[in-house]
């Protein structure tokens, strides 16, 4: 079947799909993915008797009846799908990636579009070969944007997806030391990233906004038509406010559209968030946002899902920015927290995963970073950060899981401390915020 027949198929469904044969809106069409642990072919009898109208299927033995749509590979049928739904909208759609701070960059970018246009985002942190297309799929004739997030952690992945959602924009937040494992270096890192440029420049009326204070952004993106953003140079630029608060505080002005300098208070933690707050004024500006919206949107935004989270228990205050963790977001929310005006600092940070032949020595620098902080208590979570031990200060703690950190707050509470709580996803350690 080719993708113009099954488009539309897709049409006829109400442009409805699923992965799932437990959730089957009436009429919706499912495809058959498959992962380490699962196929999807061996519930696609059940997706057409929950409610699916057609089951798209890589494995020719299932299909049994009416329904069945047998393909070479699901997964590519469905992307191949999305491409040609984006196609035949023409939505403009603005494409993010980065080391760090994508996903908060999106949300602050899409909250503040959203004062303006029937938006589409990304939710949540669907950023990959199965969440892009879905994301895609749900466009609808009734949106004017959309802001697509891709994800990679290994070559050629940001490749796979521009290709599937065909931006007409792109920023990269930045690019650091994450998924080393996966890349090989960091020259790989940037190579994986700028393939969102390298689609872009194929595109005569293509625009990319740049964070200028990044060497290497700037030297990726030469000679493409470039909307500048920044501390000190482009269509917005912008500084902190206030250093030394657990909230960002920023102000920001654009001579370029003559705003006049603003004063923004956020709810979120970290300093390293004021590029990310620039990059949504500058795309706000640019595509007609009136600034008294921007500064409200930027106020408004709340995070969530364990990045750059502040909260308050009954015995503690805690900085929760425990989503993620590599060698360039530790180093900024350890520079952060260090500088922050907070009583009896401690830090319980988790190891940073995937990062391969770079991991001890990436390990032994937060250990460095940590030796020159005036932290009353240092724990450490995971075996990434065991096998450095031997170089850490005696009076840091090692532990093999958060189960046994748990363990131990169980036996001896904490009271009165401000702790800042940093690691990889996998630790786990935003469980912890119900025994601080």
Request: net charge negative; aromatic share 8%.
């Amino acid at each position: 079947m080719s993708v113009e027949e099954l488009y539309k198929l897709y049409r006829e469904c109400g442009c409805s799909v699923t992965t799932d044969s437990r959730n089957c809106p009436p009429g919706s069409m499912f495809f058959a993915l498959r992962g380490e642990k699962f196929d999807g072919n061996a519930y696609a009898a059940s997706a057409l008797d929950n409610g699916c109208s057609y089951a798209v299927v890589d494995n020719p033995s299932v299909a049994a009846g009416p329904g069945f749509i047998t393909v070479d590979n699901a997964l590519a049928a469905m992307q191949s799908l999305a491409r040609c739904h984006r196609l035949h909208l023409g939505t403009p759609v603005l494409g993010i990636t980065g080391t760090n701070g994508k996903t908060t960059t999106k949300e602050l970018i899409a909250a503040v579009l959203g004062k303006k246009f029937n938006l589409l985002a990304t939710k949540g942190n669907l950023n990959n070969a199965i969440g892009v297309p879905q994301t895609v799929l749900s466009l609808r004739d009734e949106h004017d944007f959309a802001v697509v997030e891709m994800g990679a952690s290994h070559p050629g992945d940001i490749d796979e997806l521009v290709n599937v959602s065909c931006p007409d924009y792109g920023i990269i937040t930045n690019v650091g030391r994450a998924h080393l494992q996966g890349f090989g270096s960091f020259e790989g890192v940037k190579k994986t990233k700028g393939e969102l440029y390298g689609f872009l420049k194929k595109k005569e009326n293509h625009k990319v906004f740049v964070l200028s204070d990044s060497a290497d952004l700037m030297q990726m993106s030469a000679g493409m038509n470039r909307i500048l953003y920044g501390r000190n140079e482009g269509i917005v630029t912008g500084r902190l406010s206030c250093s030394n608060t657990a909230y960002l505080e920023f102000e920001w002005e654009s001579k370029e559209y003559g705003t006049g300098v603003h004063s923004v208070k956020t709810n979120l933690v970290g300093a390293y968030n004021l590029d990310n707050v620039l990059a949504a004024v500058a795309i706000g500006l640019h595509f007609g946002v009136p600034a008294a919206d921007i500064d409200n949107a930027v106020l408004g935004y709340v995070p969530s899902n364990n990045r750059s989270q502040f909260f308050k228990t009954a015995a503690n205050s805690l900085i929760i920015d425990a989503y993620n963790a590599n060698p360039t977001s530790m180093k900024a929310s350890l520079a952060n927290f260090s500088a922050l005006d907070l009583p009896h600092k401690m830090v319980i940070l988790g190891a940073m995963r995937e990062l391969g032949e770079y991991s001890v020595q990436e390990h032994v620098r937060v250990l460095h970073q940590l030796e020159g902080m005036n932290l009353e208590k240092v724990w450490l979570v995971g075996q990434e950060f065991d096998a450095v031990r031997d170089s850490a200060s005696p009076s840091f703690r090692f532990f093999e899981n958060t189960a046994c950190v748990i363990q131990e707050l169980e036996k001896s509470a904490l009271q009165g401390y401000s702790v800042l709580l940093k690691g990889s996803n996998s630790n786990n350690l935003a469980q912890l915020k119900d025994f601080l």
